[in-house]
């Protein structure tokens, strides 16, 4: 089969397109056949050796992993309640730059048979993170969100739930006006430059000096402890991800908390796991969303799966609006 492996960490340019035998789906695990895949931010800290994680502990050569649509092409022993053929999603830490990827079968999830394949990218990784931050962050109606990297390939979809989960006023941030102009589309009420020094000011601002009540923070480094300072009392910040900081997190002391504010975080294959149930509730909502329009999938880029090294260009470009997408040119 086709696949993309890195044998060292490095730039983009270690992705290389190789021929590698269809692997066997273990006991308890299915094997898909992709149609599609999302890039995410994570991967490209994968490449690059710079991943946060502690979950990630890759042998070369690596396959690296991502939010994976395709069809079950065959079942390891003791799988129930799938069968070939069916149109499924799954995210995985490994293996889905591929034709194939074996996945176990309890991270899996129907995809609508009739839904485009890069929009349906937005099921197994990103959407349920995108609800499940708000969700770990008790969102109540009329509260205010601020959603940092909102044009990304999450916080796009973070600022379209909060907006059909209720929230008030919506704050969003980002590096270019360009993006910027793209959340704004998407339904931000307030939009900030943080690439500028004053940003906080400007939330702050937005807030009437209130702080807000939650923030959803993907970027961490020192802004991570500047969201918890614009936390208004009972305010709740949610950690999920560094992609600013990468392995460097920055030290926060109870202290900065004790004005009745809450550091909470996320992370999907916890969340998968032990809020099983809300997770599969999530799902079936954010298909409703993506086929009634609710919430939009922006696909910035789809390229053919051997173009991967583009693919991870694009998105450490920080030029993307959305998700950029790799397509095995299989359709299901
Ligand atoms: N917790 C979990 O379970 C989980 C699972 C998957 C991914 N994640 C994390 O979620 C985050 C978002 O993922 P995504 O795939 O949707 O990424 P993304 O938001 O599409 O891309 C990352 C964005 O972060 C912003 N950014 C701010 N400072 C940056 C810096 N110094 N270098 C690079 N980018 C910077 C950029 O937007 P601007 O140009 O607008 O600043 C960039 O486009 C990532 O941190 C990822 O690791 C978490």
Redesign the pocket.
């Known amino acids: 089969m086709r696949t993309v492996r890195i044998h060292a960490f490095g730039g983009p340019e270690v992705l290389r397109a190789e021929e590698t035998p269809v692997p066997s789906p273990g006991p308890g695990q299915v094997l898909i056949a992709v149609e599609a895949v999302g890039v ?3 991967q490209t ?1 994968m490449r690059r050796d710079a991943f946060p994680a502690p979950m990630w502990r890759p042998s070369f050569p690596i396959v690296l992993g991502g939010d994976v649509v395709g069809t079950v092409a065959a079942l390891g022993a003791g799988v129930t309640g799938l069968g070939e053929g069916d149109r499924v999603g799954a995210f995985t830490l490994h293996g889905a730059y591929a034709e194939y990827v074996a996945v176990d079968a309890d991270t899996v999830l129907p995809v609508p048979a009739g839904m485009d394949a890069a929009t349906a990218t937005a099921l197994p ?2 959407g349920p ?1 995108a609800m499940g931050v708000l969700a770990t962050a008790a969102l109540r109606p009329g509260e205010s969100v601020l959603v940092h ?1 909102a ?5 796009h979809l973070a600022v379209q739930a909060a907006r059909a989960a209720g929230a008030g006023r919506i704050i969003a941030t ?3 006006a360009a ?1 910027l102009d793209f959340v704004r589309e998407l339904g931000a009420d307030v939009l900030v430059d ?2 500028r020094d004053d940003w906080p000011d400007r939330v702050r601002e937005a807030t009437g000096g209130q702080g807000v009540d939650i923030v959803l923070d ?2 961490g480094g020192e802004g991570l402890r500047t969201g918890i300072g614009l936390l208004a009392p009972f305010g709740r910040l949610v950690f ?5 900081g990468g392995r460097a997190l920055p030290a926060v002391s109870p202290m900065e908390l004790i004005g009745m504010r809450s550091l909470t975080c ?4 916890q969340w998968r796991t032990s809020r099983r149930r809300t997770y599969l509730d999530h799902h079936d909502t954010l298909v409703r969303h993506l086929t009634d329009g609710t919430v939009r999938h922006a696909v910035h880029a789809a390229l053919p799966l051997e173009e991967a090294a583009k693919a991870h260009e694009t ?1 450490e470009s ?1 030029a ?1 609006t959305g998700r950029v997408v790799l397509l095995t040119g299989r359709t299901g």
Do not use: P
Request: glycine letters at 24%; hydrophobic letters at 40%.
């Open positions: 995410g931010f994570a800290q990784g990103s993170i990297a044009a990304g390939g999450i916080g980002a590096g270019s993006k943080y690439s993907s970027v999920y991800g560094s992609s600013a996320f992370a999907l294959g998105v920080r993307h």
